[in-house]
């Protein structure tokens, strides 16, 4: 069973940027769009585990820093001419509040 878990208010997401959180099995990036939309991705590339949280995000994709590759952060899919995935977690932001979903 899965329940939601406030993990850090929006206000403390930069604009474009991200924060890490930290679980007990992985690693999770939290990036906030310009729009305030919010997504969850684990924080590694699928090529070489690069850490997505010190990425560059533009619209709803982020740069991997150490390769360049770019991910879709709604579906955690490398995009062409990369293959690859990273899991993303459902988000929702309530009262100025980010929860993620969690096992």
Same mark, same amino acid.
């Given at each position: ?11 403390? $997401?930069? !604009?474009?940027?991200?924060?890490? $959180? ?5 690693? $999770?990036? +939290?990036?906030? =769009?310009? #729009? ?6 684990? #924080? ?7 850490? @997505?949280?010190?990425? %560059?995000?533009? =619209? ?10 770019? %991910? #879709? @952060? ?7 001419? #990369?293959? =690859? ?5 459902? !988000?929702? +932001?309530?009262? =100025?509040?980010?929860?993620?979903? @969690?096992?």
């Amino acid at each position: 069973m899965s329940k939601w878990i406030e993990v850090v208010e929006l206000n403390k $997401i930069p !604009v474009l940027g991200s924060r890490l $959180i930290k679980t007990r099995d992985t690693d $999770i990036a +939290v990036f906030r =769009g310009s #729009d305030d939309q919010v997504y969850a991705i684990r #924080d590694a590339c699928p090529h070489k585990g690069g850490p @997505l949280s010190q990425g %560059i995000m533009h =619209g709803s994709t982020v740069t991997c820093p150490l390769h360049n590759w770019k %991910i #879709d @952060l709604a579906s955690g899919n490398a995009l062409a001419p #990369d293959h =690859g995935c990273s899991n993303v977690f459902a !988000v929702k +932001v309530e009262g =100025g509040k980010v929860f993620l979903q @969690l096992p």
